[in-house]
């Protein structure tokens, strides 16, 4: 039983380019969570997503970020025109229920670096 | 805003000791809470989770919560080396939503 996997594990991107980063939830979980750990910072909650929805994105900065959980194939965290403090790593998480008392299972993540 | 504190550390403890974890919390409809373990580089690992109030044991892990004082705490007895890591509370939010607020993490440093 597959965890829950996130690719690429590392990506370089220039500024101003885009950032794609992917999420296969555990099989069985419905609900999806991304959040962003700066170096030497804790966690912060980025976006919630269910199939199709996003629940509640107020974490997400106002511009240049979105996510989106499309019916079919993983969940997407696209960063456009990425800047140096975007350099970080991504985490996605996943659930089987919204209050889900077994907690979250967490990706391997994904290290982003701008140059 | 929902605010989860912890004591940053490091907190640094000989081999064989025990360490105490502590967090507070401000969100007073936290029903479950959450402990995870992250190595340096690698994602956060549940470790604990406890939903009334008391002591909940799992190894050589206890894990404490006091809703009445918003309080809970992770105690590692006999503590190794391989417990050398930043651990991280997460009480969920309440209300609708449910997703995790983690706490900046306290590093512990166990010392051979």
């Known amino acids: 039983n597959a965890g829950v996997m996130q690719n690429p594990r590392h990506l370089v991107r220039r500024r101003g380019q885009e950032a794609r980063l992917r999420c296969s939830p555990m099989k069985g979980h419905s609900h999806v969570y991304w959040y962003r750990q700066l170096p030497e910072e804790g966690l912060k909650f980025m976006v919630y997503?269910?199939?199709?929805?996003?629940?509640?994105e107020s974490g997400m900065p106002k511009e240049r970020f979105s996510a989106e959980f499309p019916k079919e194939g993983p969940s997407i965290l696209r960063i456009q025109q990425v800047v140096r403090g975007d350099s970080a790593a991504y985490f996605c998480?996943?659930?089987?229920?919204?209050?889900?008392?077994?907690?979250?299972?967490f990706g391997s993540g994904t290290r982003l670096t701008v140059v | 805003q929902k605010e989860v504190e912890q004591n940053s550390g490091p907190l640094s403890v000989p081999e064989g000791a025990i360490a105490s974890l502590n967090c507070t919390y401000s969100?007073?409809?936290?029903?479950?809470f959450f402990w995870y373990r992250q190595y340096s580089g690698k994602s956060p690992e549940l470790i604990m989770s406890?939903?009334?109030?008391g002591d909940k044991e799992d190894g050589r892990f206890t894990a404490q919560l006091n809703k009445a004082s918003q309080y809970v705490s992770l105690l590692i007895r006999d503590s190794q080396p391989s417990d050398s890591a930043t651990y991280l509370c997460a009480p969920p939010t309440g209300g609708s939503q449910g997703n995790l607020i983690f706490g900046k993490g306290t590093k512990l440093s166990v010392k051979p």
């Open positions: 997503l269910q199939k199709e929805n996003i629940i509640d």
């Open positions: 998480a996943s659930s089987v229920g919204r209050r889900d008392l077994g907690g979250y299972t």
């Open positions: 406890i939903y009334s109030n």
């Open positions: 969100d007073r409809g936290s029903q479950s």
